[in-house]
T-cell receptor, first 112, second 118 residues
Framework: GNSVTQMEGPVTLSEEAFLTINCTYT??????LFWYVQYPGEGLQLLLK?????DKGSNKGFEATYRKETTSFHLEKGSVQVSDSAVYFC???????????FGTGTKLQVIP | NAGVMQNPRHLVRRRGQEARLRCSPM?????VYWYRQLPEEGLKFMVY????????ESGMPKERFSAEFPKEGPSILRIQQVVRGDSAAYFC????????????????FGEGSRLTVL
């Protein structure tokens, strides 16, 4: 079945540091890949997505590239801010009638 | 507000009572998911529904839990005879169906219903 593996958290960074959150997946076919973000006390919201190999999703300074050869979709940001503190979830959708599969989430804490 | 609406936002129940959580998907969305999130933990899939059909309930406990998404009205997650371990945030998400009834993958989440069992 489909699965998503994320790096363990929490991740603590100083403001303006470089961020990488690793995500690898197992799926049949050619899934679409997503990053969702959950701010404290809120529901998840879509951060970015990529629908085919080599696509790069980007939003709010965050980027992730769909790497089929390494089955990865790592999230990166060049300079994090305190306001980026949240939980980040990697997810995949293999289409058809299967459910969207989420990773366990990685908590990011950015300190001033 | 055309987003996913969940209610109640907060619900307190005593052990043995029933909890009903409601979710109105975004307008035009015909797919609904329910997830459970325990404090400081990830998102656990419970059930995936389309209108009048349960597509995947592999994440839902066999006893005390049920879900429906009727032709008219919101999706309901029902927990009977609640226990303290049911205390969690329950999130609903919806997605748009495409040709053939499949989902598009992008989910829109509600703000969650936080259940506390005393």
């Amino acid at each position: 079945g489909n699965s998503v593996t994320q790096m363990e958290g929490p991740v603590t960074l100083s403001e303006e540091a470089f961020l990488t959150i690793n995500c690898t997946y197992t799926a049949t076919g050619y899934p679409s890949l997503f990053w969702y973000v959950q701010y404290p006390g809120e529901g998840l919201q879509l951060l970015l997505k990529a629908t085919k190999a080599d696509d790069k999703g980007s939003n709010k300074g965050f980027e992730a590239t769909y790497r089929k050869e390494t089955t990865s979709f790592h999230l990166e940001k060049g300079s994090v801010q305190v306001s980026d503190s949240a939980v980040y979830f990697c997810a995949l959708d293999s289409g058809g009638y299967q459910k969207v599969t989420f990773g366990t989430g990685t908590k990011l804490q950015v300190i001033p | 507000n055309a987003g996913v609406m969940q209610n109640p936002r907060h619900l307190v129940r005593r052990r043995g009572q029933e909890a009903r959580l409601r979710c109105s998907p975004m307008k035009g969305h015909s797919h609904v998911y329910w997830y459970r999130q325990l404090p400081e933990e990830g998102l656990k899939f419970m059930v995936y529904l389309q209108k009048e059909n349960i597509i995947d309930e592999s994440g839902m406990p066999k006893e005390r839990f049920s879900a429906e998404f009727p032709k008219e009205g919101p999706s309901i997650l029902r927990i009977q005879q609640v226990v303290r371990g049911d205390s969690a945030a329950y999130f609903c998400a919806s997605s748009e169906g495409i040709a053939g009834g499949r989902n598009t993958g992008e989910l829109f989440f509600g703000e969650g219903s936080r259940l506390t069992v005393l």
